[in-house]
């Protein structure tokens, strides 16, 4: 086999057969992902003390979010995880509790990634 051939992609759940270039394209979604949320939860928990600001940036991370899941979201695990880190986004943003650290997103995360092994 040369070139395209099919080659094994180990995911986290499964392994899939794809396409090198996929895999690749895969591969890079999920560091744009990771990389995004990183950013994102970051910019939340540094504004909680300013509402206003932290509504429009989060709306603005809701938008970002659905555009990923628009551009080829065939990977459930990726969209999955977009979605648990909207639920975890949507906790800071609606909590009056000033004492969200890193550490309590940290946790959320976890939280939510067990709810989706049990799903």
């Not at 970051?42 to 909680?48: A, E, G, Q, V």
Request: proline share 2%; charged share 25%; with cysteine.
């Amino acid at each position: 086999m040369k070139g395209n051939s099919a080659w094994r992609v180990w995911t986290k759940c499964k392994p899939v057969t794809r396409s090198r270039k996929e895999a690749q394209l895969g591969m890079n979604q999920n560091i744009v992902v990771e990389n995004f949320m990183q950013n994102s939860a970051s910019l939340l928990l540094s504004l909680k003390e300013n509402p206003s600001e932290l509504k429009l940036q989060a709306n603005k991370i809701v938008d970002q979010i659905n555009q990923i899941c628009k551009q080829k979201s065939n990977d459930v695990a990726l969209y999955r995880k977009l979605m648990d880190f909207l639920q975890v986004a949507s906790t800071i943003v609606h909590s009056h509790d000033r004492t969200i650290t890193e550490e309590t997103i940290a946790n959320l995360f976890k939280i939510q990634a067990l709810r989706s092994i049990g799903n």
